[in-house]
């Protein structure tokens, strides 16, 4: 089993930043990837960032990001510490969401939301003009 818990959420002004963590813990070994989810009101979820977090894997520290947060989030980890960061800047309204970190035990499609293994709860993000 893995438990993945977010926290860094909260209220910021359009152009503000926020830094979300997700600590990871369990059955680490197992896990591929991780990757940040959000999932807006009445809507899909859609990932936003990955990082291969397997040490084992080629892919080691790799990352990904959907074009609608490219060039303005940074996705990272700490694995001393088995934290995933996102860092994200010049935020705007529609990037208010629900943030979920997922864990996947097999490589594939790192956008298939449905593929995820592990989820966290959530982390509120709100940013209003």
């Known amino acids: 089993q893995v438990q993945l818990v977010e926290s860094g959420g909260g209220s910021v002004q359009v152009g503000g930043s926020l830094t979300l963590s997700c600590e990871v813990t369990?059955?680490?070994?197992?896990?591929?990837?991780v990757t940040w989810i959000r999932q807006f009101p009445g809507k899909p979820r859609e990932a936003v960032a990955s990082?291969?977090?397997?040490?084992?894997?080629?892919?080691?520290?790799?990352?990904i990001y959907d074009t609608s947060v490219l060039g303005r989030c940074t996705i990272s980890q700490d694995r001393d510490k088995n934290i995933v960061y996102l860092q994200m800047n010049n935020l705007y309204p529609d990037d208010t969401a629900t943030y979920y970190c997922?864990?996947?035990?097999?490589?594939?499609?790192?956008?298939?939301?449905?593929?995820?293994?592990?989820w966290g709860r959530g982390t509120q993000v709100t940013v209003s003009s």
């Open positions: 369990g059955a680490i070994s197992t896990i591929n990837r």
């Open positions: 997922a864990a996947r035990l097999q490589r594939g499609n790192w956008d298939r939301v449905d593929a995820y293994q592990y």
């Open positions: 990082i291969y977090f397997s040490i084992a894997s080629t892919y080691y520290g790799s990352t």
